[in-house]
Every structure is written in C-alpha cells, then in structure tokens.
C-alpha cells in the first residue's frame, strides 16, 4: 500500500529552529509537497520538491532525498503566526497526490 | 489574488437529506478536486474533473456524485446523507495537467450530519 508518515504533533519555542520530517513509501514519485494549514482555514502551498536537495524559501526550506524516501521541511526564526498544521504529499506514478495526516506544529513563546 | 469560494462554512443536516455543496474558482482553472479531511487521515481525494462535464472518481466516491456544468463550478452531492459523512470538505482547483501543479484550497465546508 502507499503510505505518508509525519509526527502528529511537535512543539517548539519562538525564535527556534524546527524540523517536520516525512517519510513516504508510494508506487513512483512525480514530486513531494508541503502545504500549511492554520486551523480553520484553507491548505496553502509551501513547497514543490522533485529532485534530490534543499530549496530555501525565506525562513522556508525543504528538503528531499528520493533514495530515501524522505522529505522534511525547515522552518528558522519561528513565529507565532507559524503555528499551524503542515501537510505532507507525494505525487505517485499515476500522479494521484497521497497525503499524510500533517504534523501540528505548537509555537510558544 | 486567486480565490476558490466554496458555499457554506458550515452545515447541520439530517440523516436521509440531499446536500449540495458548491465550489467556484475564478482562476480559469481545468482541474478541480473535492476531499474530505477528519483527524488523524490524511487529505481523502472524493471526485476531480480535468475538465467542463468531466469527472473521475476518486479514493472514496461511495455515497457522493458531483457536476460540472461550468468550468469555474464543481458541485458535489450527497444523495441521502449519513452520519459517517460528518466531516471537513475542502474543495481544491490546479491549472495544468492533472495535480502536477499547485493546489488552490477553498476554506472548507464542515458538514454535520444528525
């Protein structure tokens, strides 16, 4: 079967670097997204990975290793207005999207 | 900015009853998509259509249809809704070919069923 593995939740302090990992087993790979979903609103896109490497966006960075199986998104100086949902997809060979169930990400202060 | 509008927030309906759910883009998108979301699953894809009076199923179509009559409208439909399609409903539209491309959320549509 396929399968998307993310932490449920993780906590971190303002100011702090935190790290959201994703493990992925799917029939082919076409791509890996992350989304942002703060709660009550809307999935927002973050980030597009298809090759192998680390794509910086701001305080944004994602990271993939196709060889591996996983991704992980890198969120520096956080704020409280980064606390939200991340979710994790894969593109599969018949580029349907398989997401994960999205880590909750707690900021305090 | 890009805008996918879904209809209701939120909705209370009774066991047996028909609901209509509607969504609209005003991005000139071809695709468009409808899934559910409940705690501790992964995003569930229902329907997508690439296309104006196009539709495939999704992962989990059972109890749900849809249309698409216009390219900035998918509707979806609960023909007699039950109490295990309690849920968040986001409708979702890319340009491009299939889901290659960046999905654009609407901001959800929580349906209680009684």
């Known amino acids: 079967g396929q399968n998307i593995d993310q932490p449920t939740e993780m906590t971190a302090t303002e100011g702090a670097i935190v790290q959201i990992n994703c493990t992925y087993q799917?029939?082919?790979?076409?791509?890996l997204f992350w989304y942002q979903q703060h709660a009550g609103e809307a999935p927002t896109f973050l980030s597009y990975?298809?090759l192998d490497g680390l794509e910086e966006k701001g305080r944004f960075s994602s990271f993939l290793s196709r060889s591996k199986g996983y991704s992980y998104l890198l969120l520096k100086e956080l704020q409280m207005k980064d606390s939200a949902s991340y979710l994790c997809?894969?593109?599969?060979?018949?580029?349907?999207?398989?997401w994960g169930a999205g880590t909750k990400l707690i900021i305090k202060p | 900015d890009v805008k996918v509008t879904q209809s209701s927030r939120y909705l209370v309906k009774r066991t047996g009853e028909k609901v209509f759910l509607e969504c609209v883009q005003d991005?000139?998108?071809?695709?468009m998509f409808w899934y559910r979301q409940d705690p501790g699953l992964g995003l569930r894809l229902i329907y997508f259509?690439?296309?104006?009076?196009?539709?495939e199923k999704g992962d989990i179509p059972e109890g749900y249809s849809v249309s698409r009559e216009k390219k900035e409208r998918f509707s979806l439909i609960l023909e007699s809704a039950s109490t295990n399609q309690t849920s968040m409903y986001l409708c979702?539209?890319?340009?491009?070919?299939?889901?290659?491309?960046?999905?654009?959320f609407g901001e959800g549509s929580r349906l209680t069923v009684l």
């Open positions: 997809a894969v593109l599969d060979s018949n580029y349907q999207l398989i």
């Open positions: 259509s690439y296309d104006v009076k196009m539709k």
């Open positions: 979702a539209s890319s340009s491009g070919q299939g889901t290659t491309g960046e999905l654009f």
């Open positions: 991005m000139d998108h071809e695709n």
């Open positions: 990975n298809v």
């Open positions: 799917t029939s082919g790979f076409n791509g």
